[in-house]
């Protein structure tokens, strides 16, 4: 389903100064994987999820999503890319603070001009999923770090996408919440998502319901 085909990612600092991000990498995701990609800060990992989602493109080499070529896709093309295919769940949640739970979540809809019916629909499934419902109304500067992610979740699933991202996401969060965004890792997994994680939290290691464990180092996959 995903494919990453030697990719190499540099970042130019200034004229005599770039680092190289991705070092020729290639690597498959099948569909239904739950992929973790461990490492340092500074390895690549959160790199590749950006290559996935098409927020960025690499310096050489092919990213294929569902056989087609996204890394060479127009900035217009890729946001539909997005929209349809990609949830993502960021360390810092990338919440609006001013807007309400309900309007966060809402978000990712606004483009696709559905029918008030089905956007409610579509909302009031994805808050009773993720258990965040009684907050609906509530200020995201007001909610906990637990709820935050919560309607993070929520927001990067309410289109039904088939890709889940999730970069450091427990980087934020104590041990009993981290705990609970792998339960919800889980039942993602089960409704035959492909999920990859970009973390460094070692209570993802040891997990029976993860497919893979990827360890990246200075932007190599090591072997």
């Known amino acids: 389903m995903i494919e990453l085909k030697n990719i190499t990612k540099k970042y130019e600092i200034n ?6 991000a991705l070092d020729g990498i290639s690597l498959k995701i099948q569909e239904g994987e739950l992929v973790v990609l461990k ?7 959160s790199t590749i999820l950006s290559l996935i989602a098409a927020l960025s493109k690499p310096t050489s080499g092919e990213v294929i999503v569902d056989k087609k070529q996204i890394s060479k896709l127009s900035d217009n093309f890729a ?3 997005r929209r349809d295919n990609i949830g993502f769940v960021f360390q810092k949640y990338n919440l609006i603070p001013e807007l309400s739970v309900k309007e966060n979540i809402l978000l990712p809809l606004v483009p696709l001009n559905l029918e008030e019916k089905l956007v409610e ?7 009773k999923q993720f258990h965040i419902e009684h907050k609906a109304e509530n200020l995201v500067k007001n909610l906990s770090g637990g709820e935050q992610q919560r309607t993070a979740i929520a927001r990067a699933n309410v289109n039904q996408p088939k890709i889940i991202l999730a970069d450091e996401p427990t980087a934020n969060l104590d041990k009993k919440l981290s705990l609970h965004f792998i339960e919800i890792l889980q039942e993602l997994k089960s409704e035959g998502k492909t999920i990859v994680v970009a973390t460094h939290d070692p209570l993802f290691f040891d997990l029976d319901f993860i497919d893979r464990t990827i360890e990246m180092h200075q932007g190599k996959i090591v072997e």
């Open 79 to 81: 946001s539909i890319y």
């Open 121 to 127: 629909e579509k909302l009031q499934k994805v808050m």
């Open 39 to 45: 490492g340092a800060s500074g390895s690549g990992k």
């Open 15 to 20: 004229k005599n100064n770039t680092v190289t």
